[in-house]
């Protein structure tokens, strides 16, 4: 366990040692929420509710999704697949523990990272906002913050599959800077992250549900606003999908391992 | 006998090369229709290597060696043949097998770029699970050997290339592996450097009998470190033998260096070997390796000398023989 502390916590020293991109990404968290939450105020300027929504449930609504956004999205997949076609990642696969371990336990660190920075940034965004608009009070029963934690290891680990499988591609392909964007594209409008999901035109709705992607954005939020609950078949659906996407990821790492040609 | 702590067998690891027709209009044909060739990096080759030996591998750059190298330490999959280092698969990449070696590349880091070597350390001590006591013994053993407790606490992209490679030594060698895979350890090194890097390697082959393969382009390294030298080009294998061989066997020639008392012309000289170099009073000649002695012989008996040496060529030029016969074979 040890060895697996140590390597979340270089990779936490490693992103604290980044000083100006500390602040880069202080100044950008705080100017992007605070624009996105000015758009919907003026979508919801002369208008008491849209959709269902309240001014300070849709902000509300955004600032969480702030912070889902924090906690679970992984942005590694352009510089990791540079490394695999440049082989840069020879030392990381002599080392005794798998590369695809490595590669979760450096984002777990990263992410640590911005997680302490981004969390505290976006309460200050709410509070700044909850003097003027009533955003509702946040009700945190036990059943609620379990459901909460589930979907955000659940987003998390979505978020973490699909960057890990472009990752893996580009063992094949010349890049995955198509795939992270196709990936970015995807989960912005088909998790609810973009736009709630009762905005959207109908046809567009139902795709959505059918997904399991909601559970990255709308659903978690919806728990917290208590709009909706998890059901035995959401567990199920969302189990399904994860061995899948795991059952996938173990595949093309063992096909990758014979393919790896170890440039340079 | 000992049993060989690596061995190859008919070692093949061929690649699937993308050749591309230039300019904009073959890059359009590339789109579909893609001109493929293999390249055999490494083209059945069988050797062994018994505990506690530093083998030097010798070629040209595109030889095979790097290949050879990344097979063994498990980075590469085989095409064909058997490889078995310390009884393991490399390519099963067990821990266990993990755990006992390590590579060090002169062209590729391992360290954290921006953090100091330190962390660095203290990740691969975690990683590869040494016990405290041992890991600073370890540590202290290679920071006195290689004279680096000042620099490791400063980030690594600050140090030189030198300082860097001495903190690659270590960070590959905590763990104390039994089998050290050395890729041009000594690559882009000064002279010096690259002496404490040598005295530092066979320091650690006797404190430790670790089995070390050494790949490198300055025979300077092979010849001191080596007894024993494998020679491949074109991925397959042209010698296997003491480093002594190699001389004895490719070397056709030796040196002799002569200090005249008196003038004499180059033609004269030319009677009894080819001439390299003629400054007066200094000329050296190359002669048949056989009777170097009888032409020393009759130079002095023919003319005045002050001196008269007989020396062998150097490693490089018989390396470089080696290849161009080779090349002429083929």
Redesign the interface.
Known sequence: M??Y???VS?WF??AL??RAELVIWAVLTLLNTTILLAIWLSVFRGVSSLQGYQVGQVLQYFLLATVINGITASHFESWRSREVRE??I??Y??????YPLQVLLADIGNRSFYVLLIVPITLLVYLAFSFHYSLGVLTVSPLILFQCVLLLGVGYLIEFSFAMIAVLLSFWFEGAEGLEHFKWISISLLSGFMIPLEFMPLWMRSLVNLLPLKYMYAVPIQVVQQRTSLGISDLLYIGGFLLLLFALQRWLWHRA??K???A? | MAQPVISLHHLKKYFKVYRKKPGLLGSIQSLWDRQYEEVKAVDDISFEIYPGEIVGFIGQNGAGKTTTLKVLSGLLYPTSGDVSVLGFNPWDRKAEFQKQFALVMGQKNQLWWDLPAMESFLLNKAIYEVPDDKFQKTLDILMDLLDVRDIVNIQVRKLSLGQRMKCELIAALLHSPKVLFLDEPTIGLDVVMQKVLRDFIKAYNEEFKATIILTSHYMGDVKELCKRAIVIDHGKKIFDGELQEIIDRFARNKILSLTLNDPVKQSQLEKFGTVKEFDYPKATLLVPRGRAAKIAGELLTRFSLADVNIEEPTIDAIIRELFLSEKKTA
């Open positions: 040890r060895r502390t140590a390597l270089l020293i490693k040692e980044y082989g840069k020879d030392h696969l002599t080392k005794p523990i798998p391992t014979l790896y040609t170890s340079g």
